[in-house]
């Protein structure tokens, strides 16, 4: 349920972590995705409805189209289980993104939707979601604090995260102790990790087949102690650090010692259990296949800092918006709360019966058994410890557009980070200004 290729038209939960930093649509939210690129799935049915037999109003509820298997039939069962009104599970399969941006400036609107991290800034400006604050109640404190900050503005909560995504760096602890390589604990031991564990057709360190330009540049960023807006909205990468962050990343590419045309890109584990790389960064989802493929020769860590910047993990989540213009707010807003605050059983199913994330109560996160031991409750302890939100609520596509063409070409071209990075931040400023209007 996280995230994939972000040319794929399939969508699954990995989609929002590939827009943290990397190649996410004009459309799309911003990241850690990542965003983020989406997993190809097969769906029981395209765009279609499943109504519910409770009484009451009837609720349109849309969901992109998740990759792994059994999601839409859980959502199904979720909504028939609600008894005070009846719920319809919309499953919509390709350009999610950009169909609820349109469909929201129509009468077609959904009673509820599922976006990336929460609605975008552009919707709660128009007036298009509602405001969900006095859902919490007592249980906002319980839920992952970054999480909680990434759908808040001005005050006022917009969306409930449903569930925790999250990208780590794991390694083969057999290829690093026969390199006798430690596992890296800073960028500097991460860079000479990766050097040293090159060797014949094994690379050091797989970001993606792009080298990482589309995923890498946030937790690049959060590396040097930056990030792409700091938490009060004002850019944060108008510093040296970051073109020094992003020129490590160019360094990397460079000097070969990134694997490039995996088999399947970083949102699955391919590269790490086919002994393609010694070291990947990607999805906790993919912990339960990790375990399958090579036992428990894999141990997990944060991205690693720079000389004063910050190990981080890159945490998303999509949120569940009610639409601010439906026939039925505070049915919708009832619903939601029943099942993304009240049912925690539901949310612990949610989070970890198809793949490995996290509940976004913390108090739920505790319950999970399945995160309780092994690789799952290190990355667990690791998300608490340095996760950060992929993006910041005023990080607008057009701000993430600007930013991935800049990567692209830092990374691939060799362009001077320096230079690209003041193009960003021309367009940043635009747009800050434009939303503070």
Request: with cysteine; net charge neutral.
């Amino acid at each position: 349920m996280s995230s994939t290729s972000p040319l794929s038209t399939a969508l699954t939960r990995r989609r929002l972590l590939t827009l943290s930093g990397g190649l996410a649509a004009a459309g799309a939210l911003a990241a850690c995705g990542g965003n983020t690129g989406r997993e190809g799935a097969t769906a029981t049915s395209a765009g279609t409805g499943t109504g519910t037999g409770g009484s009451g109003p009837t609720l349109n509820s849309w969901y992109h189209q998740y990759g792994e298997k059994g999601t839409q039939q859980a959502l199904e069962k979720f909504a028939a289980d609600y008894k005070d009104a009846q719920v319809k599970v919309n499953w919509k399969p390709g350009d999610y993104d950009n169909t609820v941006v349109a469909t929201l400036q129509t009468d077609g609107a959904p009673d509820i939707f599922e976006y990336g991290n929460g609605p975008t800034i552009d919707m709660i400006k128009s007036g298009q979601v509602t405001d969900v604050t006095d859902l919490f109640g007592d249980t906002k404190a319980d839920f992952n604090k970054a999480l909680i900050d990434r759908v808040t503005y001005q005050g006022k909560i917009w969306a409930i995260p449903q569930v925790l995504d999250a990208q780590l760096l794991i390694y083969r602890k057999s290829l690093l102790e026969k390199a006798g390589v430690q596992p890296p604990k800073s960028m500097d031991e991460l860079v000479a990790a990766a050097t040293k564990l090159t060797s014949g057709k094994v690379k050091g360190l797989f970001l993606g087949n792009d080298g990482g330009a589309g995923l890498m540049g946030g937790p690049m960023l959060r590396s040097a102690g930056l990030d792409l807006l700091t938490a009060d909205g004002k850019i944060g990468f108008d510093d040296p650090k970051a073109a020094a962050a992003l020129g490590a990343l160019q360094k990397m590419y460079a000097d070969k010692v990134l694997l490039l045309g995996a088999p399947n890109d970083w949102f699955a584990p391919d590269a790490l259990t086919q002994g393609l790389a010694a070291m990947q960064f990607t999805g906790l989802w993919n912990l339960p296949d990790i375990s399958k493929a090579i036992g428990d020769d894999f141990g997990v860590l944060p991205w690693p800092a720079m000389s004063g910047g910050k190990d981080n993990v890159t945490i998303g989540a999509y949120g569940a918006c009610v639409t601010a213009k439906g026939k039925n707010v505070e049915a919708a807003k009832k619903f939601v709360k029943w099942l993304w605050i009240d049912q925690t059983d539901k949310q612990i199913e949610w989070a970890t019966a198809y793949g490995f994330h996290v509940p976004a109560r913390n108090s739920v996160a505790d319950k999970a058994d399945k995160l309780k031991s092994g690789q799952a409750a290190e990355a667990v302890k690791l998300i608490k410890e340095d996760g950060f939100a992929q993006s910041h609520m005023l990080w607008s596509p057009k701000c993430q557009t600007a930013f991935n063409d800049a990567m692209s070409r830092i990374v691939k071209d060799g362009a001077a980070p320096a230079a690209e990075l003041a193009k960003v931040k021309t367009v940043v400023e635009a747009e800050l200004k434009r939303l503070a209007s």
